[in-house]
């Protein structure tokens, strides 16, 4: 099997992980005895002045008056929120590193971290406040250079960006997803897409998600190796004829 390439994850991208809204909620209620952490502006490098020192041990009290600072009365930090969040850690909603943290809180529908997501990947990551996570982006986005954690964060994106009525994606988000997901990495991706984009899919199911990264990982960019009595799934069978149709033209 081949490598997965190294990502370059600051290239912002246009699909959003976190959808956002310009208006935002009140913060919610907060303990004002809990000393918070001091949230920075929006910005690429953390702002001078403060340093946290390696040996305070993680908090869980600090860790929930943190979330307060972003959820509302229901116990979520929803979509209103959520671009608040982003500014103080300063990384754009559409960027991929957002996947990551939202796969290692395990949260279970796109643009909303429950009090119990964050609580538990929060504390696996040691995070209690802003600045500390902001030391955690380095290696969030390194999770996605292991070819084993990647293959866990790009199946866990399928559920995580589906509409939960829903078995499938919709072709329009599955699109947006690989995008971000293969783009940058996947030589093909940008000819895969074009296909999506004349084909008679409407949605594509979990089975043809999974399959799209073992493909782009396996099959040579040529489609030399490409077995077509193997299981794959019809789509990408009707991709490759697709595209051998385009190269001999």
Known sequence: MDTLPKVRPNQPIRSSIMPVKK?????GSEDPSIRKCKITSYCRTQTPGRLLNPEDLFSSKKCLA????????DDVVGPESMEKFCEDI??????????????KLDATNMGFFTKEEWLKGMTSLQCDCTERLQGKLDYLRSQLNDPVIFKSIYRYAFDFARDKDQR???MDTAKSMLALLLGRTWPLFPVFNQFLEQSKYKVMNKDQW????EFSRTVNT?????DEDGAWPVMLDEF????????AL
């Not at 300063?90 to 796969?103: D, S």
């Not at 040529?222 to 490409?226: R, T």
């Open 90 to 103: 300063g990384v754009e909603p559409e960027n991929i590193v957002m996947l990551v943290l939202a796969w």
């Open 222 to 226: 040529d489609l030399s190796n490409y």
């Open 168 to 170: 499938s994606l919709d």
């Open 210 to 213: 999974y399959n799209v990264l």
């Open 66 to 73: 943190w979330f307060y600072e972003y959820a509302g009365s």
């Open 23 to 27: 208006k935002r909620k009140s913060s």
């Open 240 to 247: 490759v004829e697709w595209h051998k149709v385009r190269i």
